[in-house]
């Protein structure tokens, strides 16, 4: 799948909209990016960081964070942003968490495209494979470009229930209910090839 076409799948589900949101692929030591503004089409970096996205300082702090993974992507998909727009994380309420590894962490508002923000990202990402971006929107990250794909919408989906759940949560005045450190290794453990 090229970077052009998972851009316009991610728009077609709903994931993006307009020109929001990055997409990255990593080929040893260069990796592609989308464009910037409405110019979704891959450039090459290093070398094109004038036409590239905003955020790939963010790509490429994660890249030189994580040398398992081989594929970013950033969207701004709406229960997800609504999340973050909270500045609340994803907790272990659910075993579908285990696609991401553990809680979905949040990062705090940093401007779009600064230093700042790609470093905080990265350093949220050693330990999780999807983050969320304070007043921003949601990263993903995988081994290659579908399994990111899957896992930014499975982070979608989380999200949509958790904002559910807490407004079943206060209506009920139970809160939301967490797994046990037990049943989320076991989660974690089996979950492990649902996304490949």
Not at 88 to 95: A, K, R, V
Not at 110 to 126: C, D, M, P, Y
Request: glycine content about 8%; aromatic content about 6%.
């Amino acid at each position: 799948m090229s970077i052009e076409d998972a851009q316009e799948t991610l728009t077609e589900l709903g994931m993006n909209i307009n020109s929001s949101g990055n997409i990255s692929i990593r080929d040893k030591a260069v990796y592609w990016i989308t464009g910037s503004g409405k110019n979704k089409q891959a450039v090459k970096l290093p070398g094109e960081e004038k036409r590239a996205s905003s955020e790939w300082p963010m790509h490429k702090a994660i890249y030189d964070a994580r040398p398992d993974i081989n594929a970013i992507v950033h969207c701004h998909s709406i229960f997800a942003t609504a999340v973050a727009c909270c500045g609340l994380c994803i907790p272990e309420f659910h075993y579908q968490i285990a696609a991401a590894g553990r809680a979905i962490p949040c990062v705090r508002y940093l401007r779009f495209g600064s230093q700042e923000l790609a470093e905080e990202v990265a350093t949220n990402l050693k330990n999780s494979n999807a983050c969320l971006l304070s007043g921003h929107g949601q990263v993903a990250v995988a081994e290659n470009l579908e399994k990111a794909i899957a896992l930014a919408i499975e982070v979608e989906w989380l999200a949509k229930v958790y904002c559910i759940s807490r407004t079943l949560a206060g209506a009920c005045h139970s809160g939301v209910q967490l797994l046990s450190e037990e049943d989320l290794d076991d989660a974690v453990k089996r979950y492990g090839g649902y996304l490949k």
